[in-house]
């Protein structure tokens, strides 16, 4: 009898264990299910804009309105322009850091250290307030993510549009770089860098710097170099050089290539504060700044070069800024941009001749390169082969009359430079294969020049005829026809 009532007792117990389990169980999932149906029955929290602090409350925009909020006490230093979470009541109960995320505009100017007039890609321009970190970093030109509902602008975008138009390195090039251009390089120095060398003697006799530079002249031949050399000389890696690219400049918005003209002026401004040298220099200035009235269609040059011209005379009081100019069309500049004090020094960079072409041969091909034979019998012979008579286009001009011109009428520095590396590129190829001795010879030079003057045959343009006496660098009567003489 007592072992069944043992027995009994002891399944009951089970019993009232895994009852007393399970009873703990349903309370903890009823827990679970009560905290459910709090959270799902707490209202929807709302996000906005931190605008600032008023006294212990808030301005928030929220809403596509602005509000006056209460702060949690569990929220502290929320800087201005930050997302924040708005809990029951419009209570600020989080910081939720910066957007990633926005419009992209750019930045036209500050109006103070809170606020900064912005214009959009369609040319809308809004007054907006600068987030915390915006305030000592960003400036004129930069590209900033903005919340146009809030007018709030909160981040820089790293590269700004001035920095893609216009690159700011300092470049290597240095005068002795440059070949068969003395006489250029030095008027250039005569001009450009006793000013800034000795600015005390330029006060003393009462002589204003120039405040641009002109080098026209046909392609090839230098002009780029010679802006790249004024910028090294001019401070070596204490200057500035803003390399504007002229055809990305252009914008078909009405008034956006003006604005991009003012923020290089601008930054051209900025970095000059320093007492350092800063070189503009647009390349292929003819594609910006026509004459005004020549434009087919749109005339963006009636506006586009006044800007220029504004931002020309402002320069006037800063001595270490200088416009360098590069064109191989100068008779489509607008006049205005070439009068006297603007680009005052005009500086037209031929053809090299017989002269210049042996030394710029000596700059590409010097003693240290592998070469068969003397170096100088190189040269000489390279040269001869250049100029050696061989027809290339008969010209009728106006007046009915012929000229022919030969291949050494559009000898280039940068055609002396290929034929240069054509050769090089030969002899490594026969020294590889075992035809010959290692080193350039006689032979690599001449057949270079050859394929570089027969390559040339099919690249000119003959419906239009003027272009030859552009390409050519030739001035006088005007041409009619061309014809290659093959």
């Known amino acids: 009898m007592s072992t069944d009532l043992e027995r009994q007792v002891r399944n009951l117990s089970a019993r009232?264990?895994?009852?007393?389990?399970?009873?703990?169980?349903?309370?903890?999932?009823?827990?679970?299910?009560?905290?459910?149906?709090?959270?799902?029955?707490?209202?929807?929290?709302?996000?906005?804009?931190?605008?600032?602090?008023?006294?212990?409350?808030?301005?928030?925009?929220?809403?596509?309105?602005?509000?006056?909020?209460?702060?949690?006490?569990?929220?502290?230093?929320?800087?201005?322009?930050?997302?924040?979470?708005?809990?029951?009541?419009?209570?600020?109960?989080?910081?939720?850091?910066?957007?990633?995320?926005?419009?992209?505009?750019?930045?036209?100017?500050?109006?103070?250290?809170?606020?900064?007039?912005?214009?959009?890609?369609?040319?809308?321009?809004?007054?907006?307030?600068?987030?915390?970190?915006?305030?000592?970093?960003?400036?004129?030109?930069?590209?900033?993510?903005?919340?146009?509902?809030?007018?709030?602008?909160?981040?820089?975008?790293?590269?700004?549009?001035?920095?893609?138009?216009?690159?700011?390195?300092?470049?290597?090039?240095?005068?002795?770089?440059?070949?068969?251009?003395?006489?250029?390089?030095?008027?250039?120095?005569?001009?450009?860098?006793?000013?800034?060398?000795?600015?005390?003697?330029?006060?003393?006799?009462r002589l204003a710097p120039p405040k641009g530079v002109l080098l026209y002249g046909p392609p090839g031949c230098g002009k780029t170099m010679i802006a790249k050399a004024i910028a090294h000389s001019l401070g070596g890696d204490g200057s500035y050089f803003l390399n504007v690219k002229g055809p990305e400049l252009l914008n078909k918005f009405v008034g956006e290539t003006e604005r991009r003209i003012r923020l290089i002026f601008e930054r051209a401004r900025e970095l000059s504060e320093g007492g350092k040298p800063v070189v503009i220099f647009f390349d292929e200035m003819e594609s910006l700044f026509r004459t005004r009235g020549s434009g087919v269609s749109s005339d963006m040059e009636t506006t586009i070069v006044p800007q220029l011209l504004t931002e020309m005379d402002g320069v006037e009081d800063l001595s270490n800024v200088i416009i360098v100019g590069a064109t191989n069309r100068e008779e489509l500049i607008d006049p205005a941009i070439l009068r006297p004090g603007r680009l005052d020094v005009k500086i037209r960079v031929e053809r090299p001749d017989r002269e210049a072409a042996r030394d710029i041969l000596a700059r590409y091909l010097t003693s240290d390169v592998p070469h068969v034979g003397d170096i100088e019998d190189l040269l000489d012979q390279a040269v001869d082969k250049l100029f050696e008579p061989r027809p290339f286009v008969e010209l009728t001009l106006e007046s009915r009359r012929t000229e022919t011109l030969t291949y050494a009428d559009f000898i280039s520095g940068a055609m002396i430079a290929n034929v240069v590396d054509r050769a090089k590129k030969a002899a490594i190829k026969d020294h590889l294969s075992q035809v010959s001795q290692a080193g350039v010879t006689a032979e690599h030079l001449a057949d270079a020049i050859r394929a570089e003057q027969d390559e040339s045959e099919d690249l000119p343009n003959t419906a239009n005829p003027d272009e030859w006496s552009r390409i050519s660098g030739r001035h006088g009567e005007r041409v009619i026809s061309a014809r290659i003489l093959s």
Request: charged share 30%; hydrophobic share 40%.
């Open 16 to 205: 009232n264990l895994k009852l007393t389990e399970m009873l703990k169980a349903s309370r903890d999932k009823l827990k679970d299910l009560n905290a459910q149906l709090e959270f799902l029955a707490e209202p929807s929290s709302t996000y906005g804009v931190f605008l600032g602090y008023s006294g212990r409350e808030a301005e928030v925009f929220t809403s596509g309105r602005r509000m006056r909020v209460k702060v949690s006490p569990h929220v502290h230093d929320v800087p201005v322009g930050a997302r924040v979470r708005l809990g029951e009541g419009l209570v600020v109960v989080e910081d939720c850091g910066f957007e990633e995320a926005g419009t992209v505009t750019s930045i036209v100017e500050k109006i103070d250290e809170n606020r900064a007039l912005v214009t959009t890609t369609q040319g809308d321009e809004t007054l907006v307030w600068m987030a915390e970190p915006l305030r000592d970093s960003a400036r004129a030109g930069d590209a900033v993510l903005v919340d146009l509902k809030a007018a709030v602008a909160y981040e820089v975008i790293p590269k700004t549009e001035v920095m893609q138009l216009a690159l700011e390195e300092v470049p290597d090039v240095t005068f002795s770089d440059i070949g068969g251009l003395d006489s250029q390089i030095e008027n250039i120095r005569d001009s450009v860098e006793l000013p800034f060398a000795h600015p005390e003697l330029f006060r003393e006799y």
